[in-house]
């Protein structure tokens, strides 16, 4: 099986997971509170599973003999095709909360719209991820309440942080070149549909939370080309390390 | 040929699960069923709870070893994702052992939990997340002892 096409978009989905899963887990052993290590951890690990199941059908896509391990472990920050919102570092606890609300609240609407994909591996992946995704909101969602709403010190962090990150959520709704095609066929959503959905969750969580929506200004891109900050790559040197040491080894 | 399902079904249906070892993979849902193809080659078809549910390996480990003790080789453990797994797909027994060992079944739909120490329905969740991927953390307002709840997913 070859499909390039497919390929690079199975990829692109990928590496959201894989790359936001990798940032929550570094979270762990210093999460401010024992339930957020669970949570964050928890979080991290289904991101991952859904990563495993789409490296896994990207790999026979490609049809060049790469498993998950080769795709994730043996590619540089070029090769990565992630959305750039979802490298940015973890920052303060805001930074974080703040990157999960603007990338599940696109990723609920989305693995719903996915479970009706005429691709049935993408469809499969969708059925389980729309479920935990819907955890993921709800955390997100909850969060950004309790520090928008909490103390000075809280609200002004959460408020810094839904500023800093706004300029990384034009790209949640680009679509590559092949895109328009797939969803086309029934095989991808149309990112251009998920947007209302996007806007009444951040708007309502927004408004929930006394926060400001920010000002469409400039957006990032590239992520999909493989465009990244420098970050990512300080990610992956450090995730991938033991593999660029020791090629193939195994536990 | 039904004889070698038969029995491959008896030995893998008493895996247990790592994370919760009272509980076998046939109670949570997990093992979706044992056929033999043309061959005669048994395939054991199981599902994740969750997709990141890093118990999975090692369930795969158990069955091949638990085929391997009751003599039948070459077998063949795949992983479906499609239907997707939901919490309803315990059954009855492995809810009665949740609640033995002191997890909380999952609630159905519009239920509210049950604590498993008095069975009183008065309980508030602590937290959304648990140790691991499928629980979260409740306490009970009758009785105050915190305990972990099976999440309906």
């Known amino acids: 099986m070859s499909d390039p096409t497919l390929f690079q ?44 199941g789409l490296y896994q059908y990207a790999g026979a896509l490609e049809g060049a003999g ?14 990565y095709l992630n959305l750039t919102l979802v490298e940015q570092p973890n920052g303060d606890f805001a930074q974080t909360i703040a990157r999960q609300l603007f990338y599940t609240a696109m990723a609920l609407p989305f693995w719903q719209a996915m479970t009706a994909s005429t691709d049935q591996r993408l469809a499969a992946v969708a059925a389980k991820a ?30 810094a942080a839904i500023n800093q990150l706004w300029a990384f959520t034009g790209e949640l709704f680009e679509m590559i070149a092949a895109e328009a095609g ?70 | 040929m039904v004889v070698a399902t038969e029995t491959a079904w008896a030995a893998v249906s008493s895996v247990s699960d790592p994370e919760l070892p009272p509980l076998t993979i046939a109670d949570l849902g997990v093992l979706r069923g044992v056929d033999a193809d043309a061959s005669g080659r048994i395939i054991v ?32 453990v795949e992983t479906e994702l499609a239907p997707a797994w939901s919490s309803a797909d315990i ?25 498993p120490r008095c069975e009183s329905t008065v309980t508030e969740e602590l937290s959304r997340f648990g140790a691991t991927a499928c629980k979260s953390l409740w306490r009970c307002t009758s009785c105050l002892e915190p305990f972990e709840a099976f999440k309906a997913l």
């Open chain 1, 9 to 52: 978009y199975v990829l692109g989905l990928a590496d959201d997971q894989l790359v936001l899963g990798h940032r929550l887990s570094q979270w762990t052993g210093r999460a401010p509170i024992l339930e957020e290590e669970l949570a964050l951890g928890n979080i991290a690990l289904d991101l991952i599973g859904q990563a495993r």
């Open chain 1, 66 to 79: 790469r498993d998950e391990d080769a795709l994730a472990y043996h590619r540089d920050a070029r090769g």
């Open chain 1, 130 to 159: 729309e479920k935990e995704t819907a955890y993921h909101l709800r955390h997100a969602t909850e969060w950004t309440a309790r520090l928008g709403d909490g103390t000075d010190e809280s609200h002004r962090r959460m408020q």
């Open chain 1, 182 to 251: 797939l969803a086309a066929a029934g095989i991808a959503p149309d990112r251009k549909t998920l947007r209302a959905a996007w806007d009444r969750t951040i708007d309502a969580t927004l408004s929930d939370a006394s926060l400001t929506r920010p000002d469409d200004s400039w957006m990032a891109e590239g992520g999909r080309d493989g465009l990244h900050g420098e970050d990512l790559g300080h990610m992956l040197a450090e995730m991938q390390s033991l593999q660029r040491m020791h090629p193939g080894l195994q536990w």
């Open chain 2, 45 to 76: 078809r199981i599902t994740p709870t969750y997709s990141g549910c890093p118990a999975m390996t090692v369930i795969q480990m158990e069955i091949e070893t638990a085929l391997a003790k009751a003599g039948i080789k070459n077998a063949r």
């Open chain 2, 91 to 115: 059954s009855a027994e492995g809810r009665a052992k949740l609640a033995h060992m002191g997890i909380a079944p999952p609630p159905g739909p519009g239920a509210s939990v049950t604590c």
